[in-house]
């Protein structure tokens, strides 16, 4: 059962979202949400033990949230954008700036030592790791997404130059005040409401190493356990802070922070944010990325995907998906492109 609202007029995303939750296989849930000139044109969830308040894990789609209180600090004055991130973190070995670690142009993107999947619930630990390693590529010279390891580098940023977690940062400074429930380490009362991810069987993992590089499967896979639903559904995991995958949150609050980015940002940064910094081949993805300041970039358009078929982005609207089930992005696109239709705009470019 679908519950929700879309504003008249929008009825057929509804019906294409109906469409959605059945192509789902289980019966898995899934909810949208899309915001224009102020208003909510869409709000809609369904699937079993979904409500208005259940929070799913996106995966990437967490990333920006993360880049977004490194911006806050820029805006400042705390943090320089060219300046080397041993300024901030003296341990730091790698030659990058803040500005290659948010448009992942930073090479840290896999550990060369490997380490267990409880790395990910020490922070200290998985920060001095990156710290010392070596990156893929000198820094500046190529990007590819750092997959598992985005958030801890732009946290210690903040932990470093502010004091608070990113989570805590990012409570306070971001989604507190703009109402977005979307959270990065989540206590007992919304673990209470996190739903259970599916579709992450031996095959969806297999399938998503299908035609990558190597680095891909580095990149992914150390430390182990990002992919496994016995690992991202357990209490630890929604625990801990992983600031590049596991934010929980609403396709409410995923939408509603694009629409509060001009309200965050100053207009010039959040221009440049939003431009790209570099674009090609992205060496972990092995596909064409363009990227800004932790967001992906096309055209005027901006946001992020996230394993598993999660999207959230802006393009004059702002729209996001968030799905219990990992599947493809097929979902989101069919659910974006009936949103264009009514606004009177053409398909998703590419």
């Given at each position: 059962?679908?519950?929700?609202?879309?504003?008249?007029?929008?009825?057929?995303?509804?019906?294409?979202?109906?469409?959605?939750?059945?192509?789902?296989?289980?019966?898995?849930?899934?909810?949208?949400?899309?915001?224009?000139?102020?208003?909510?044109?869409?709000?809609?969830?369904?699937?079993?033990?979904?409500?208005?308040?259940?929070?799913?894990?996106?995966?990437?789609?967490?990333?920006?949230?993360?880049?977004?209180?490194?911006?806050?600090?820029?805006?400042?004055?705390?943090?320089?954008?060219?300046?080397?991130?041993?300024?901030?973190?003296?341990?730091?070995?790698?030659?990058?700036?803040?500005?290659?670690?948010?448009?992942?142009?930073?090479?840290?993107?896999?550990?060369?030592?490997?380490?267990?999947?409880?790395?990910?619930?020490?922070w200290d630990r998985m920060c001095a790791?990156?710290?010392?390693?070596?990156?893929?590529?000198?820094?500046?010279?190529?990007?590819?997404?750092?997959?598992?390891?985005?958030?801890?580098?732009?946290?210690?940023?903040?932990?470093?130059?502010?004091?608070?977690?990113?989570?805590?940062?990012?409570?306070?400074?971001?989604?507190?005040?703009?109402?977005?429930?979307?959270?990065?380490?989540?206590?007992?009362?919304?673990?209470?409401?996190?739903?259970?991810?599916?579709?992450?069987?031996?095959?969806?993992?297999?399938a998503a190493l299908d035609g990558r590089?190597?680095?891909?499967?580095?990149?992914?896979?150390?430390?182990?356990?990002?992919?496994?639903?016995?690992?991202?559904?357990?209490?630890?995991?929604?625990?801990?802070?992983?600031?590049?995958?596991?934010?929980?949150?609403?396709?409410?609050?995923?939408?509603?922070?694009?629409?509060?980015?001009?309200?965050?940002?100053?207009?010039?940064?959040?221009?440049?944010?939003?431009?790209?910094?570099?674009?090609?081949?992205?060496?972990?993805?092995?596909?064409?990325?363009?990227?800004?300041?932790?967001?992906?970039?096309?055209?005027?358009?901006?946001?992020?995907?996230?394993?598993?078929?999660?999207?959230?982005?802006?393009?004059?609207?702002?729209?996001?998906?968030?799905?219990?089930?990992?599947?493809?992005?097929?979902?989101?696109?069919?659910?974006?492109?009936?949103?264009?239709?009514?606004?009177?705009?053409?398909?998703?470019?590419?």
């Amino acid at each position: 059962m679908i519950h929700g609202t879309v504003e008249p007029g929008f009825e057929q995303v509804r019906d294409v979202f109906a469409d959605v939750l059945k192509r789902q296989a289980g019966g898995a849930g899934a909810a949208v949400a899309a915001r224009l000139d102020g208003r909510w044109i869409v709000d809609l969830w369904g699937g079993p033990g979904w409500s208005r308040d259940s929070v799913v894990m996106p995966y990437s789609v967490t990333k920006p949230f993360a880049a977004v209180c490194v911006l806050l600090l820029v805006d400042r004055g705390v943090l320089e954008l060219d300046a080397p991130m041993r300024r901030y973190w003296p341990e730091f070995t790698a030659p990058a700036t803040v500005r290659h670690v948010l448009s992942h142009q930073a090479g840290l993107v896999a550990l060369d030592r490997p380490v267990p999947t409880e790395t990910f619930y020490d922070w200290d630990r998985m920060c001095a790791l990156l710290a010392a390693q070596e990156p893929s590529w000198e820094p500046g010279t190529a990007h590819g997404e750092s997959a598992l390891f985005y958030g801890h580098l732009l946290g210690e940023l903040v932990r470093r130059t502010d004091g608070r977690t990113l989570g805590r940062f990012l409570a306070e400074e971001v989604c507190g005040p703009h109402e977005l429930d979307f959270h990065i380490g989540l206590g007992p009362a919304e673990q209470a409401r996190a739903i259970e991810l599916t579709g992450l069987t031996p095959a969806y993992r297999a399938a998503a190493l299908d035609g990558r590089p190597d680095l891909y499967r580095r990149a992914v896979g150390n430390p182990p356990g990002a992919q496994d639903p016995a690992v991202v559904n357990s209490a630890a995991w929604r625990a801990a802070e992983i600031p590049a995958v596991n934010g929980h949150g609403t396709a409410r609050a995923a939408a509603g922070f694009y629409a509060a980015l001009p309200r965050l940002l100053s207009a010039g940064l959040l221009a440049e944010a939003t431009t790209a910094q570099c674009s090609g081949p992205d060496a972990v993805l092995g596909t064409q990325a363009t990227w800004g300041l932790g967001f992906g970039v096309d055209g005027d358009d901006y946001g992020m995907g996230g394993l598993g078929g999660n999207y959230a982005g802006a393009a004059g609207y702002t729209f996001a998906f968030l799905t219990g089930h990992a599947g493809d992005f097929d979902r989101a696109a069919d659910l974006e492109n009936a949103l264009r239709a009514v606004l009177g705009l053409g398909p998703i470019p590419g």
